[in-house]
Structure formats: C-alpha cells, structure tokens
C-alpha cells in the first residue's frame, strides 16, 4: 500500500524519501488546525517536507482500504510516544505506483476511535 510506505518515510530520519512515492506533477493539500497546505508540484512537496520541524512524529494506521487506485488510511499520531491527534488521509495512485494526489485531515480535538 503506497500511503503506509509513504507515512513510513515521513516518520524516518529521512522525510525526503518520501518524494520517491509521489509523482513530479503531485498534487496535495494538507488539512492541520488553522491552516491548510496546498501544492501542485513534487517540488512543492518538498518545499512543505524542508518545513516541517523535527519531531518524533509517528504515524500509527489503525485502518486502510484500498480500491483500484484509491486509497485510504486513518490513525493517530504520537510525538515522543505522546498521542497528539488522529490523522485521515487518501490518495489516487498512478499506474508507475506513486501518489498523483493526497489529501489529509489532522485533528487535535477528534478522534474516530478511542
């Protein structure tokens, strides 16, 4: 599943690997409390991965599905082994097996489960 490996390189020392699971004309918006994210572009990404603070940030999939070439991914996230919010987050994957487009929803304030 292209989002676990993806989510897998975002929680590595090495977030840039996480370009190799996204396609040169990806296109992404990142929901987080306050403020929205938004790229058109793999360089675009980067951009928003060069960003990023330096965490302990993991992300932990409680569910997944996937259909064709739709998938979908829900879980929490934990910061220094802290839970810190629940994520949702999908994609639309490109026949070469990279992501085209991504959208996700962090929340502090709600979880799906408990």
């Known amino acids: 599943m292209v989002l676990r490996e ?7 020392s090495d ?13 992404f918006l990142i929901a987080l409390p306050g403020r929205e994210v938004t790229g058109r572009s793999r ?9 990023r603070a330096a965490t302990e940030r993991v992300h932990h999939v409680l569910r997944a599905a996937a259909d064709g ?3 979908t991914v829900y879980g929490v996230v934990t910061d ?7 994520f949702h987050s ?12 991504y ?12």
């Open 103 to 114: 959208q996700a929803y962090f929340s502090t304030s709600f979880e799906l489960f408990e």
């Open 90 to 101: 999908a994609a639309v994957v490109s026949p070469a097996g990279r992501m085209a487009r």
């Open 15 to 27: 977030p840039d690997k996480a370009l190799d699971w996204v396609e040169p004309d990806f296109q």
């Open 69 to 71: 070439d739709f998938e």
């Open 43 to 51: 360089d675009d990404f980067a951009a928003y991965i060069a960003g």
């Open 6 to 12: 993806y989510l897998a390189c975002m929680d590595s």
């Open 80 to 86: 220094a082994g802290e839970r810190v919010g629940a």
